[in-house]
């Protein structure tokens, strides 16, 4: 049973407009949501993350929205840029004995066309 | 070196052989983990270290063995895999458990 799910396996986005990849969770322990991104061979790199007490997280070109009520999370990234292509992984954690125990999701694949 | 390094990148190695992923950390961070990426499978926590002490094993078989021998080094022993554990092992660590985590480029591994 996957506790976080991001439903779309795929998105693709033309050059400068807006890609937006949405993740929902089960769980409603977490309270710590974070983005990864990762190319080809290389492990996920951290993006952005929104604790639970805010609703949205900024960081450039990368927001984060978080709707507690609808367990849903979603990663808006304005402008799209071909350098954006990418699987994109959303990530929960609650509190936990040990720590930050991450649950993921299954990924996005963004395409980003020039 | 900066970041999470691992070796090997790449390993093939048949049901009977011993070998070892390796893991070092170049960020002074005192929490490590162990990651399995199988394809078209989310990424599965296997080991958390936390402090060189094992705080995690999230229910894997014994044929996976991790070693910590100090706060930069994280060792995932093998021995007489199955074909099934052929998947993206990841390395992560992070500053204390609730820190964010950073990731290793992973050992993609084939058992034939």
């Known amino acids: 049973d996957q506790q976080v799910k991001q439903n779309s396996p795929s998105l693709s986005v033309q050059e400068g407009r807006i890609s937006i990849l949405n993740c929902d969770y089960t769980?409603?322990?977490?309270?710590?949501f974070l983005w990864y991104k990762k190319y080809p061979a290389e492990g996920p790199t951290f993006l952005i993350s929104i604790s639970s007490i805010k609703d949205k997280n900024e960081d450039g070109r990368f927001t984060v929205f978080l709707n507690k009520s609808a367990k849903h999370l979603s990663l808006h990234i304005v402008p799209s840029q071909p350098g954006d292509s990418a699987v994109y992984f959303c990530a929960a954690s609650s509190p936990h004995g040990a720590g930050n125990m991450l649950t993921f999701g299954g990924g996005t694949r963004l395409m980003v066309k020039p | 070196e900066t970041g999470v390094t691992q070796t090997p990148r790449h390993l093939v190695m048949g049901m009977t052989n011993k070998k070892s992923l390796k893991c070092e950390q170049h960020l002074g961070h005192n929490a490590m983990y162990w990651y399995k990426q199988s394809a078209k499978k989310p990424l599965e926590l296997m080991f958390v270290y936390s402090l060189e002490e094992r705080v995690e094993n999230n229910s894997v078989p014994s044929r996976f063995s991790p070693e910590c021998p100090n706060s930069s080094h994280l060792f995932l022993h093998l021995h007489t895999l199955q074909p099934e554990d052929s998947a993206l092992y990841l390395c992560a660590s992070s500053r204390g458990l609730a820190g964010e985590q950073y990731f290793g480029p992973g050992t993609r591994l084939t058992v034939t």
């Open positions: 769980n409603s322990m977490f309270d710590y």
